[in-house]
């Protein structure tokens, strides 16, 4: 089998295990299916997820002009208690940002190597705690706009992580975890305006990633650097292939690239 494109986050789709796709502009990949093949990897070109020229990939799959210009990768995408959009203020794009600021967004811890606290969309759950690789989650509010959810994050960030330790993740060196104690101890913490948005109840979420085999000690391949490899696909956990001999790709922190991907 034979694809070529950009690459772009992989779409998943809740299930035991989570099913896992591949979206190229002609065509689709379920990853799951060729788990044990042999996949061989070709790093053809850049192409910018917003003008789609063949420039370096600076950020989040856009080259370094459309990183600091386009309203998508703005600094409240990553920082939410930077948006503004609630007070009417724009940052890039007034009307973009308002389509994505003043929606429901979701407070939530997830435990993928550690405890940590993180904000969404309320439509990106459970597709964020999957990205991360979490293999439990829970939320802890949900907020009208994205500030309140942002500036809950910062409140909570004080008492619990906020990174995911990939490398823990990746080779399942986890603990569980009671999250609904954890969401109760960090009740206390939350800002005035937002408590009211508190969930008094909500269950634990388990995910089942499709992984035949953990890597012990994990080796990350950057394709800038090795533009061809090859080798055994054993599992897919967060937005990581997992290959036989320890090597593992992150397609996400790869997302710009144009490549060629051959299955044996």
Known sequence: MQYEGVLRKMRTEIGHP???????????????????????????KYQCLNCGENRPIYRQGFCKNCFFDIPSAGDW???????????????????????????????????????????????????????????????????????????????LKDHVGDKTNWRKMLTNDIEDENLVDWRQKLKAYIPEEAMDYYINYSEETHLDFPVLRYPKKVK?????????????????????????????????????????LSIK
Not at 18 to 32: G, K, R, S
Not at 35 to 43: E, M
Request: charged share 25%; glycine share 6%.
């Open 18 to 44: 989570i099913q896992y796709y591949m979206i190229f502009e002609d065509d689709f990949l379920n990853v799951n299916q060729v788990l044990d093949k042999q996949l061989t990897i070709r790093f053809i």
């Open 77 to 155: 995408v990553m920082r939410p208690e930077l948006s503004t959009a609630h007070l009417g203020k724009e940052d890039r794009d007034l009307e973009y940002e308002k389509r994505v600021q003043l929606k429901p967004h979701v407070v939530y811890l997830a435990n993928s190597s550690t405890i940590k606290v993180g904000v969404t969309r309320k439509t990106q759950v459970p597709t964020r705690w999957i990205d991360q690789g979490a293999h439990e989650a829970i939320e802890i509010l949900e907020a009208p706009n994205r500030y309140l959810a942002g500036i809950t994050e910062v409140a």
């Open 220 to 260: 990350s391949l950057n394709l800038s650097k090795t533009p061809e490899f090859s080798g055994l696909l054993k599992g897919i956990k967060g937005q990581y292939f997992i290959f036989e001999d320890d090597t593992v790709f992150n397609v996400r922190g790869s997302e710009g690239f144009y490549i060629g």
